[in-house]
């Protein structure tokens, strides 16, 4: 049996299922990161002192630029499946799957400096905090990964049967990727700057 | 399936220049940082209002929704409402008073107090 409106959106709602389907799920992880920013505020605000300048501001940086750039590669690549260009696209994707990779090379970096140190999350309320958020975060970079290197490999095959609904795959992961990308811009003036 | 090219090419100029801008925000950030504002308030406004503009620029443009359908905006719209509730739930716990004492035990101390006097 075929699963209806993945591609044909439904005539109450406008939209494919997949659509309503990620921007649901994208609203619960507003919610998620929402409850750990708030305790953030709540840590900071009944903190007598707060420790500044223990991160490094030049790799929170560097990261910050990675993320937008796969950001732009990974919009650029449902463009150019709409353009009917399948090897474009894949390599578009591509792209971006690595410098996922590379953001968390940064990452595994900057986690090895502290830990080397013994500043673990059991060091202060700070790196507790950093730990738990900037962790989270990076689960969901790992998350994206698998799910970019299935479409650029094993998924891939969905373009010759129904490109539609491969390209609706891509725009999905997109949103999905871009809402990660927009958790780190608050992330890195929060954490690193303030 | 294939939209226009000339579209979608105008698109992919316009996901470039969104790019630099956010490259461009993000060095303003690191620069407001470096150069040491004196009051830690300005320094907090700068850095999260540059950081919402960027955010809605992501939002916007990437997953365009600045021209969505209304039931993806109607889901936002109670997203919005039951983040700022839970952005104010720390709230509550201004009137949690478990370990300071009542308002009722205080005046029944202050009652005694007051027939003590009067006894003496």
Redesign the interface.
């Known amino acids: 049996m075929e699963i209806p409106y993945t591609v044909e959106p439904r005539p109450d709602?406008?939209?494919a299922n997949g659509?309503?389907g990620i921007?649901?799920f994208l609203?619960s992880e507003?919610?998620l990161f929402?409850?750990l920013?708030?305790t953030y505020?709540?840590l900071r605000v009944g903190a007598i002192e707060w420790p500044h300048g223990e991160l490094s501001?030049k790799l929170g940086?560097i990261n910050?630029?990675i993320l937008?750039?796969s950001?732009?590669t990974?919009?650029?690549a449902w463009?150019k499946l709409?353009?009917?260009e399948f090897s474009k696209g894949r390599l578009y994707i591509i792209v971006t799957a690595v410098l996922a990779l590379v953001f968390l090379v940064n990452k595994y970096f900057e986690y090895a400096d502290h830990f080397g140190r013994g500043e673990g999350p059991w060091h202060s309320t700070f790196l507790a905090i950093y730990f738990t958020l900037t962790g989270l975060h990076g689960l969901h970079i790992l998350g994206g990964i698998a799910v970019m290197a299935y479409l650029a490999g094993p998924g891939a095959g969905l373009w010759k049967k129904n490109?539609?609904q491969y390209?609706n795959r891509v725009e999905y992961t997109?949103?999905y990727w871009?809402?990660v990308?927009?958790v780190w811009?608050?992330l890195?003036?929060?954490l690193y700057?303030? | 399936?294939?939209?226009h090219?000339v579209d979608?090419?105008k698109?992919?100029r316009t996901?470039?220049i969104?790019?630099g801008l956010?490259?461009l925000f993000?060095a303003i950030?690191?620069g407001v940082?470096l150069i040491h504002v004196s009051s830690v308030a300005l320094?907090?406004t700068i850095?999260?209002i540059?950081?919402t503009m960027?955010?809605s620029m992501?939002?916007a443009i990437?997953?365009h929704l600045n021209h969505e359908?209304k039931?993806?905006y109607g889901?936002?719209v109670?997203?919005v409402v039951?983040?700022v509730v839970?952005?104010l739930?720390?709230n509550l716990?201004v009137s949690d008073t478990i370990g300071t004492p009542s308002s009722y035990a205080i005046s029944a101390e202050h009652a005694a107090q007051k027939a003590e006097k009067a006894e003496k």
């Open positions: 709602s406008g939209l659509k309503l921007w649901l609203a507003v919610m929402g409850a920013f708030s505020i709540l501001v940086a910050t630029f937008i750039a950001s732009v990974m919009v650029v463009a709409k353009m009917n490109p539609d390209t997109g949103l871009h809402f990308d927009l811009i608050f890195f003036p929060v700057l303030l | 399936m294939s939209e090219p979608m090419s698109s992919i996901y470039g969104v790019g956010l490259f993000t950030t690191v940082n320094a907090i850095a999260l540059i950081a960027k955010g992501v939002a990437f997953m359908k039931w993806i889901a936002l109670l997203t039951f983040f839970l952005l739930l720390p716990t």
